[in-house]
C-alpha cells in the first residue's frame, strides 16, 4: 500500500517538474544558476530532501520488484542528496551545477519524466 501512495505523491512530482523543466530549459539553467548564489536556498532544498527522503527511506526500504525498487531508489536518491546539499552545500552544489552542460540537465528531466510516467501507471493501475 505504501509503495502506490508514494508512487503516487513521486510520480505526480516527477512528472510535473521534469515536463515543466523540459518545456523551459531556461528556467532550469536560470533555477541551477541562482541555486549556486544562494546558501539558503540549497540548505532549504537539502532540508526538504533529507526530510522526505528519510521517510521513504525508513517506511519503504524495499526492494523486491521494478515498482517497488524505483520508489525505495528515489527515497534514497532524495535522502542522499540531502545530506550532501547540508554537509557540503558549496562544494556539491555549486561544482556539480557548475559542470552540468544543459543537455545532460535535459538528459536527466527526460529520464525523470519516464520514470514519473512508468510510477503514475503503474500506481493508478493506467495500463
Known amino acids: 500500500?505504501?509503495?502506490?501512495?508514494?508512487?503516487?505523491?513521486?510520480?505526480?512530482y516527477l512528472f510535473v517538474v521534469?515536463?515543466?523543466?523540459?518545456?523551459?530549459?531556461?528556467?532550469?539553467?536560470?533555477?541551477?544558476?541562482e541555486a549556486k548564489h544562494s546558501k539558503a536556498l540549497i540548505f532549504f532544498d537539502?532540508?526538504?530532501?533529507?526530510?522526505?527522503?528519510?521517510?521513504?527511506v525508513l517506511s519503504h526500504n524495499v526492494w523486491n520488484s521494478p515498482f517497488e525498487s524505483a520508489v525505495s531508489f528515489l527515497g534514497w536518491l532524495m535522502f542522499v542528496a540531502g545530506v550532501f546539499e547540508i554537509i557540503m552545500p558549496h562544494k556539491v552544489v555549486v561544482k556539480?551545477?557548475?559542470?552540468?552542460?544543459?543537455?545532460?540537465?535535459?538528459?536527466?528531466?527526460?529520464?525523470?519524466?519516464?520514470?514519473?510516467?512508468?510510477?503514475?501507471?503503474?500506481a493508478f493501475g493506467i495500463a
Open 1 to 12: 500500500m505504501l509503495t502506490v501512495i508514494y508512487a503516487q505523491i513521486l510520480g505526480i
Open 96 to 122: 556539480v551545477y557548475s559542470k552540468f552542460p544543459q543537455k545532460a540537465v535535459s538528459v536527466f528531466n527526460v529520464l525523470f519524466l519516464i520514470l514519473a510516467i512508468y510510477m503514475l501507471v503503474k
Open 18 to 33: 521534469s515536463l515543466g523543466l523540459l518545456i523551459n530549459p531556461q528556467k532550469a539553467r536560470a533555477l541551477m544558476e
Open 46 to 56: 537539502g532540508a526538504i530532501a533529507l526530510f522526505l527522503g528519510s521517510i521513504i
